[in-house]
């Protein structure tokens, strides 16, 4: 076997070729942005803990793709009844 690329180094295209299926259950999967997809939780406490412009709320909404204000309330109430975040949205001592 050769070493290296065998003498191609231009640049190039390439295709790729892919099944229907593939398709639809690999690459629907990367779709949806990642901040769409995870737990809001973790990233509530970075925010606060960085002490962003806006809040919570305030800081999600200048994404590209802001998560729903539903997901962002429901994150924001779970972190409150652990105990996490106070009433005006503040870390706790926790």
Partial sequence: QRKGRAGRVQA???FKMYTRHVHDTVFNEHT???IVRVPLEGLCLQIQ???MNGGIAGFL?????PP???SIDAAVSALKR???L???ENLTPL
Avoid: I, M
């Fill in 82 to 84: 652990l105990g996490a």
């Fill in 68 to 70: 729903k204000v539903e």
């Fill in 61 to 65: 909404s200048k994404a590209l793709e």
């Fill in 49 to 51: 803990l960085q002490r």
């Fill in 86 to 88: 106070d009433e005006r």
């Fill in 12 to 14: 190039g295209r390439c």
């Fill in 32 to 34: 949806l942005p990642e």
